[in-house]
């Protein structure tokens, strides 16, 4: 399988500190996504990053990809409150049918 | 901004009965799919569609499912006979014909199989 496993499972920070997550593949992928579920909603596109691009910055978000050790990082700088959600990767390997993890549930403390 | 929207927002069913989640993709979008989340797993692909054929399905899409695109705004989700492990979210996601990047997601359809 080429299911994303995050680490951690959950991360419990303080405002303004940054939060950092961690995604683990399998196998060979055209791009990896990330996206955010907020508590019995939707998941949200945040940002996706190709097969052959190493880091990609959106707004708060950076994102790394390391294909040599299929893996990838997010990185929330300066969270806010409003940050407190489950973030998942998704991997994507043929035709947008995405494998996703089980995502880092994040507590932003106020 | 266009959005992905689904309903029911939420469905109680008796195990054995039919259920049909409805999704109305975003107008421009082309390619279609569903997922679903059992509470506290992961969110698993379920099927695409484009072209108003299956393009593909997961080994979850048994024949109990089919989907359907009945007119050019409506994509369903149909569940024959449904199972109490049917119980999760689904979710209806959309791209549109460049599929330059993410997928649109839906609030999710909550099904709970009594």
């Known amino acids: 399988s080429q299911q994303g496993e995050e680490d951690p499972q959950a991360l419990s920070i303080q405002e303004g500190e940054n939060a950092t997550m961690n995604c683990s593949y399998k196998?060979?992928?055209?791009?990896l996504q990330w996206y955010r579920q907020n508590s019995g909603r939707g998941l949200v596109h945040l940002i996706l990053?190709?097969?052959?691009?190493r880091e990609k910055h959106s707004g708060r978000l950076r994102v790394t990809l390391d294909t040599s050790k299929k893996s990838s990082s997010l990185l929330i700088t300066a969270s806010r409150a409003a940050d407190t959600a489950s973030y998942f990767c998704?991997?994507?390997?043929?035709?947008?049918?995405?494998?996703f993890g089980a995502g880092t549930t994040v507590t932003v403390r106020a | 901004e266009p959005e992905v929207t689904q309903t029911p927002s939420h469905q109680v069913t008796q195990m054995g009965q039919e259920v049909i989640l409805r999704c109305v993709p975003i107008?421009?979008?082309?390619?279609f799919y569903w997922y679903r989340q059992i509470l506290g797993q992961k969110v698993e692909f379920l099927v695409s569609?484009?072209?108003?054929?299956?393009?593909?399905k997961s080994e979850i899409f048994d024949d109990q499912f089919s989907v359907e695109r009945p007119d050019g705004s409506n994509f369903t989700l149909k569940i024959r006979s449904t199972k109490l492990e049917d119980s999760a979210m689904y979710f209806c996601?959309?791209?549109?014909?460049?599929?330059?990047?993410?997928?649109?997601f839906g609030e999710g359809s909550r099904l709970t199989v009594l």
């Open positions: 998704a991997t994507d390997a043929n035709d947008y049918k995405l494998s």
């Open positions: 196998t060979s992928i055209n791009n």
């Open positions: 990053i190709r097969s052959n691009e």
């Open positions: 107008s421009n979008h082309l390619y």
């Open positions: 569609f484009y072209n108003n054929e299956i393009s593909e």
């Open positions: 996601a959309s791209i549109p014909q460049g599929r330059t990047g993410e997928l649109f």
